[in-house]
């Protein structure tokens, strides 16, 4: 069963229209599906349905006359190629029709069944064809704009890995000389003071390989959400207590704010998201100051705020946050890769979660994190 090709014909004329109709009808390739205007206004109501194929369209009809008519259409159904009808004298007026847009012309009086056929497959033909090179064109520039983010995203990764790398191989480098010498004033204190220095260093180049690897994995798709049961109370508490060892003279307080039961997360990607905000919250807050680590669940979902009194976040940098590599502003010498809140808002998205920040400078930042509390 051939399945009919729907046409709009515009034509206020009785008469024309009616002779386009029958040469159309008795045309034995091709069954139309025709639908007449007789008016502009008309006939953009009926554009309004996109399932049409092609458009026959006189340049003179009571609403509209000449290539605004062509162009209200082309406003109305971009893509839909338009056959236009004009009158022998008004052949200059078809030709400027095409080089707006249209796909073809045909004269009255001279319009013949095969012709008024041709026009009409050809018209359509054409018009398919142009919209797969702009979609070839469209594709063709998202590609050139990724690969240009994705360079000045190397040239990013390549200035951020060579600066945070360079001074804990420096620290490393100085250490090691110094426990080489044979200087009879080093004493072990101070021996052990240039091992706790070198391994220090080794830790914040381990932690940065292992940012830069989790970040390669989610722009890879390989980093999964694969839930299971979890203790979240538990899983809190053994964080803080663990990240409270490296938080100097400040005070990580932990409180769980109702009763959790046991919820079914991914143990690795939560980790993940806990760790980079409370170890921001420990790099950026003034000594002597107490972090706040709260877990409330409620409705189905465990929401996780963490609220420092640290340096703030200026506003302007807030939006660009989550953005690879991004740092505030005002962090001045505070070693950081600007990778953490990147890899946070990745994981939270896994969980078909919420991330909410808000900060004020020389006040402080209060983190919000809300994740469903099942798959």
Not at 113 to 131: D, F, N, P
Not at 169 to 179: F, G, H, N, V
Not at 321 to 331: A, C, D, K
Request: aromatic residues 4%; hydrophobic residues 40%; contains cysteine.
């Amino acid at each position: 069963m051939v399945t009919p090709t729907p046409l709009l014909l515009v034509e206020d004329n009785k008469a024309d229209a009616y002779l386009l109709v029958e040469m159309l009808e008795q045309a034995d390739e091709q069954q139309w599906q025709i639908v007449q205007a007789k008016r502009l206004s008309i006939a953009l109501e009926y554009l309004r349905d996109p399932n049409f194929s092609v458009v026959l369209l006189d340049l003179s009809l009571p609403d509209s006359k000449g290539l605004n008519t062509v162009t209200q259409i082309q406003t109305a159904a971009q893509e839909l190629p338009i056959v236009v009808l004009t009158g022998t004298a008004d052949q200059e007026l078809a030709l400027q029709a095409v080089a707006l847009g249209a796909q073809d012309y045909l004269v009255k009086g001279e319009i013949t069944k095969e012709m008024l056929v041709r026009a009409i497959r050809y018209a359509i033909e054409r018009g398919r064809i142009l919209k797969q090179l702009q979609e070839s064109e469209r594709r063709t520039l998202m590609a050139l704009e990724k690969e240009r983010e994705l360079n000045q995203l190397k040239s990013k990764f390549v200035s951020m890995v060579s600066h945070e790398f360079r001074t804990p191989m420096t620290t490393i480098r100085l250490c090691a000389e110094k426990l080489k010498s044979d200087n009879p004033q080093l004493t072990q204190e101070r021996r052990n003071q240039y091992l706790e220095l070198m391994q220090g260093s080794i830790s914040d180049m381990l932690q940065l390989l292992d940012e830069v690897l989790l970040l390669a994995r989610t722009e890879a798709g390989g980093l999964k959400y694969e839930p299971n049961p979890l203790n979240l109370e538990e899983l809190c508490g053994e964080l803080t207590e663990t990240l409270q060892l490296s938080a100097d003279n400040r005070k990580l307080i932990f409180t769980c704010q109702s009763d959790c039961p046991q919820v079914v997360m991914d143990a690795i990607l939560l980790r993940h998201i806990l760790t980079n905000l409370l170890s921001n919250a420990i790099k950026y807050s003034r000594e002597g100051s107490s972090i706040r680590f709260d877990l409330n669940c409620k409705d189905g979902t465990a929401m996780f705020q963490i609220q420092d009194q640290g340096m703030g976040i200026p506003l302007n940098d807030q939006k660009r946050l989550f953005e690879t590599f991004h740092r505030g502003s005002n962090v001045g010498q505070i070693q950081g890769t600007g990778l953490g809140l990147s890899i946070v808002k990745r994981c939270v998205d896994l969980h078909k979660g919420q991330i909410l920040l808000e900060s004020e400078v020389g006040v402080g930042t209060t983190v919000t994190v809300t994740l469903p509390s099942k798959p």
